[in-house]
């Protein structure tokens, strides 16, 4: 899906641009959407601390983003993407005046990184990303179903952070929380794949300082368990909070036993024999049944409300685990010359329902702006296609055929010529293709840099992965698909590049 826009006004500076590139004005008509990420200082370090806590959980937990990846693709001969007005291109930051260069060598560029959030399934994920050049040094370029929640059609992911040089949990040049992610109004509204890139303003990097952790935490009791989730969800979707392992907890009403499945009701897996008697009268006899019905193996009591679970053991003490009836939970017997441990659950009224989790605490430092940290990719647009393109990511997962070729853990690179292309799947008309073996996981906002100059490690960010397809139909992945970098792009990137984040701490 395209359309033609008005341009003029703004001039991209490029100041002495590598052979075949031209700067040209250009501006956007309008066509931007903006929303906010982290929209308070306190909310980016909450985010932060999320990132940094329980020693770096969700960092290490997450898995690549996988949705929509694999598509049916098509190399187009005729029509494809098309310019909609003049080439143009802003340069990198450190090479505003500089002339090319070349090297034989490939060196890994320090502006790619992993972006990390929450999924649609309330997991942490990541994709690939890459620094860019902006006004204030503080821009970040990917595909934009790794900002926007496509699944479950909610604004934007959540606790959205860009790490440059990630690798196994270590930030080298910091954490650099989102603070506002900006699209083209055809992706936020219709998810055009034409359009499936995302540009997004990101806070001063910070690093762990001092002291940190996690400290447990429980909410106020809720009546039912309707208005418990409809908090939960809250909290979840409250990008000031620092909480973490939220869950609902269904108290029980000890003094009320009732039938398995009885609605309002919650399981106690490791009732006492205190528990089940209930009345403190009938502890000895209720002793004496548990003992009984123990011997008859795993098994529910004829009114429901409680059972015993069996399993033999190599040995153990005969009886009682306690003296004490309210921490008698396991019983131990002999039968048939083997011994058996049973334990007992109980099914009881819910009395009311919490939310118990964790927030986290962590001491922060400011490390500075991204683009003074790690530099900042050039941007180019309504470029030809047939052009060389190094493509930057961090490939995961495995090919149809089930060859697991990329961990996802290390910055890998293809090069290729650039191709018209299309897949109708993702809304997708005029897309660019690139020859390239990365698997679709992970991969998402691969980085593709025309003119890249290995040796200063810059060039001009003119594609991100948005999806990867097997064209030839032999189980094996061989092309990555893009956006075209047009006018239209360098408008929302435009709208983006001049806003200031400012620090979290």
């Known amino acids: 899906m395209k359309r033609t826009l008005a341009f003029g006004g703004i001039v991209a500076s490029a100041g002495m641009l590598a052979a075949g590139l031209a700067a040209t004005p250009a501006q956007a008509a309008g066509d931007v959407s903006s929303d906010t990420l982290a929209n308070t200082n306190l909310a980016a370090q909450q985010v932060a601390m999320f990132w940094y806590g329980q020693n770096k959980a969700n960092l290490l937990n997450a898995k690549p983003y996988a949705v929509e990846t694999k598509v049916s693709a098509k190399h187009v001969s005729?029509?494809?993407?098309?310019?909609?007005?003049?080439?143009?291109?802003?340069?990198?930051?450190?090479?505003?005046?500089?002339?090319?260069?070349?090297?034989?060598?490939?060196?890994?560029?320090?502006?790619?990184?992993?972006?990390?959030?929450?999924?649609?399934?309330g997991n942490p994920h990541w994709c690939t990303a890459t620094s860019v050049q902006s006004s204030y040094r503080n821009l970040v370029a990917t595909a934009g179903h790794c900002v926007y929640d496509t699944e479950s059609n909610k604004a934007t992911m959540d606790k959205w952070v860009f790490i440059p040089g990630y690798y196994q949990g270590k930030t080298p040049w910091g954490i650099y929380v989102g603070k506002t992610a900006y699209t083209h109004y055809d992706f936020d509204v219709y998810e055009d794949g034409d359009r499936d890139y995302a540009f997004v303003t990101v806070y001063n990097g910070v690093l762990p300082d001092g002291a940190w952790g996690s400290k447990d935490w429980k909410s106020r009791s809720y009546k039912s368990e309707r208005s418990a989730k409809y908090w939960l969800k809250k909290l979840q979707n409250d990008k000031k909070t620092g909480y973490s392992d939220l869950q609902i907890v269904a108290n029980p009403d000890m003094k009320q036993k009732v039938k398995l499945g009885t609605r309002g009701s919650v399981k106690v897996e490791s009732a006492s024999v205190a528990d089940l008697a209930v009345d403190p009268a009938t502890v000895n006899s209720a002793r004496t049944t548990l003992e009984n019905q123990a011997k008859k193996g795993t098994s529910t009591y004829s009114d429901g409300t409680w059972g015993v679970t069996v399993k033999k053991v190599w040995r153990g003490h005969e009886g009682w685990n306690s003296n004490d009836a309210s921490k008698q939970t396991v019983y131990t017997f002999k039968k048939d010359g083997r011994t058996y441990q049973a334990t007992f659950w109980g099914a009881f009224k819910v009395k009311d329902y919490v939310i118990t989790g964790k927030i986290l605490r962590i001491g922060l430092k400011d490390v500075g702006r991204l683009g003074d940290n790690v530099g900042g990719q050039g941007l180019a647009y309504n470029q030809k296609l047939g052009k060389a393109h190094f493509v930057f990511g961090y490939p995961s997962g495995s090919h149809p055929d089930g060859n697991h070729a990329y961990s996802g853990k290390t910055l890998k690179w293809s090069y290729g010529k650039t191709f018209a292309a299309t897949a109708p799947a993702i809304k997708g008309e005029e897309l660019q293709g690139i020859k390239s073996s990365f698997t679709g996981e992970g991969s998402l906002g691969s980085a593709w840099l025309l003119n890249y100059k290995s040796a200063k490690r810059i060039g001009y960010l003119n594609g991100v992965t948005i999806a990867v397809a097997d064209r030839d139909g032999n189980k094996r992945i061989d092309t990555s698909l893009s956006p075209y970098f047009d006018g239209e792009t360098y408008g929302v990137y435009a709208s983006a590049a001049k806003n200031w984040s400012g620090k979290i701490v």
Do not use: C, Q, R, Y
């Open 78 to 121: 005729g029509g494809g993407p098309s310019a909609d007005t003049k080439p143009g291109v802003v340069p990198a930051i450190g090479d505003e005046k500089k002339t090319a260069s070349k090297s034989k060598n490939v060196n890994l560029p320090k502006t790619t990184g992993k972006v990390f959030f929450i999924g649609a399934d």
